[in-house]
């Protein structure tokens, strides 16, 4: 961060506080408050932090009114053109795309982790059969830290390195076996000779009574899912995970949290209720009663896939899926797939219904992606298991950051205190 030699000045109460102000290489300049309690007695009031930086970072910039989308300066859609998944892991995680042999080596670390701890099959047993797959993946990856002990010392890098290995192999495996638990099948183990992607969807696929092929056309969508979703700055999964980090938990209950939070619909959950909602839609000719719900106030309702908070013209990521969910239909011969007649009519009307328009609230990258992996056969409930496998990086990559930081402090937010001011305890038979 470079200072700018400018200040910002605070004047109340016959205070006069002048406040630094820094550069990043791109995004607004950020006011440094730090001294503000110190010197003036009084904190920010920010809820839901819209103007407030947490940290400084280098790994992953939007700018929301252009709709752009860079990770460690690379453009989403170029990354999801002609990159994959771990290689966008690579990026993310060490800084600069890996030349052919460092991919060869992290490739083959990432696959040689892929099995769990034999012993994790009981946690799964021991969960009721229709429990949600998300709600599996966070008992399991906090569970981690009982099995992988030799990875939790978060002051060793050998050990931060391998943890970070160990929880984007694994991911996979515990969502494929959370979804497996589900439907009463037996658990797939992983097979290092196929990739990232198909390997996920063959543990989901496949059973022991015949041979699973895997389709290449939905190994390359799955792939192109998890790099969209595979890091989004300072969003409320990750800013969790580093909440959680900055007590000094170890990884696994860091990522846990992470899982957590995802799960809400305001989040990762949105990818879930996008794909019902749109199917409790049905047809076009119902959309206008939906779009007057989302627009009355008096009704929780709203339209989701739909409004980002830092995206304010278009989610970059929401125009690569959309072309993804036409191929993969396309490719797949499923022809006018009604879910989809419904997902572009609804965008169509929405964009052109001035609420939508003046406030700013386009389709998000959630918006098309249940459409793909509806098309691939999997249920509604296993949407957000499969962004955790993806954002599991981003989070990795932030809490190394963080770890790194030496202005690293305990996450310690103030408040604005409106309850009762001291009063004397009354004994119970007098109240
Ligand atoms: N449908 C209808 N109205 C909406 C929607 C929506 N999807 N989203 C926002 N609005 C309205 C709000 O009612 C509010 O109106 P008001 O100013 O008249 O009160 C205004 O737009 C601003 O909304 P906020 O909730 O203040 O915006 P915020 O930035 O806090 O929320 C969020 C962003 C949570 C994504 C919100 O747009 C939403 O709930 N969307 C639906 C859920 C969703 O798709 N989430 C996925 C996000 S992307 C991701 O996690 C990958």
């Keep these: 961060m470079a200072d700018t030699n400018k200040t910002a000045t605070l004047s109340f109460d016959n205070k006069r506080i002048e406040l630094p102000i820094y550069a990043g290489t791109a995004g607004p300049d950020v006011i440094d408050i730090r001294k503000l309690y110190a010197e003036g007695g009084v904190f920010t009031y920010d809820p839901g932090f819209t103007s407030t930086a947490s940290c400084d970072s280098t790994i992953t910039f939007i700018d929301g009114e252009e709709g752009v989308l860079l990770h460690r300066g690379y453009p989403i859609d170029q990354l999801a053109g002609k990159s994959h998944y771990l290689e966008v892991c690579y990026l993310l995680l060490y800084g600069d795309l890996p030349t052919a042999e460092q991919l060869e080596d992290f490739e083959s670390r990432v696959t040689q982790h892929t099995m769990l701890h034999e012993q994790m099959q009981y946690f799964f047993r021991g969960f009721r059969r229709d429990a949600h797959p998300m709600a599996v993946m966070v008992g399991v990856v906090g569970a981690m830290s ?3 002990h030799d990875s939790t010392d978060i002051n060793d890098p050998w050990q931060r390195e391998v943890a970070s290995i160990r929880l984007i192999a694994k991911m996979p495996t515990i969502a494929a076996w959370a979804y497996k638990y589900s439907i009463g099948q037996p658990f797939v183990y992983p097979r290092n000779d196929l990739d990232y992607a198909s390997n996920f969807l ?89 779009i007057a719900r989302a627009k009355d106030k008096n009704d929780p309702f709203r339209l989701m896939g739909f409004g980002h908070r830092v995206y304010k013209n278009f989610d970059p990521r929401a125009t690569v899926m959309k072309q993804s969910a036409d191929e993969v239909l396309d490719l797949l011969g499923i022809e006018n797939n009604p879910t989809l007649q419904v997902a572009k009519e609804l965008e169509k009307q929405a964009l052109e219904d001035p609420y939508f ?35 599991t990086v981003g989070w990795i990559s932030q809490w190394k950051e963080q770890l790194s930081d ?16 001291t009063r004397d305890y009354i004994d119970v038979e007098n109240r």
């Excluded at 895997?214 to 300072?234: C, G, K, W, Y």
């Excluded at 386009?362 to 056969?377: E, H, K, Q």
């Excluded at 030496?406 to 001011?421: A, C, N, S």
């Design 146 to 148: 009982a099995f992988y």
């Design 202 to 290: 063959r543990m989901c696929f496949a059973v022991p009574a015949e041979e699973y092929e895997v389709n290449p056309i939905l190994s390359r969508a799955m792939d192109r899912i998890f790099t969209l979703h595979a890091d989004h700055e300072q969003n409320a999964s990750t800013s969790t995970v580093r909440l959680a980090s900055s007590s000094g938990a170890n990884p696994f209950a860091c990522i846990a949290a992470g899982i957590a939070c995802l799960w809400g619909p305001a989040h990762g959950g949105a990818n879930q209720a996008c794909l019902e909602m749109l199917r409790e839609i049905g047809t076009p000719d119902r959309i206008p009663e939906f």
């Design 357 to 391: 328009a003046d406030k700013k609230l386009f389709p998000n990258v959630d918006f098309y992606s249940g459409i793909i992996l509806d098309a691939m056969g999997l249920p509604t409930s296993m949407f957000t298991p499969i962004f955790a496998i993806a954002r």
């Design 406 to 421: 030496p202005q690293l402090k305990i996450g310690r937010p103030r408040q604005l205190y409106h309850g009762e001011t």
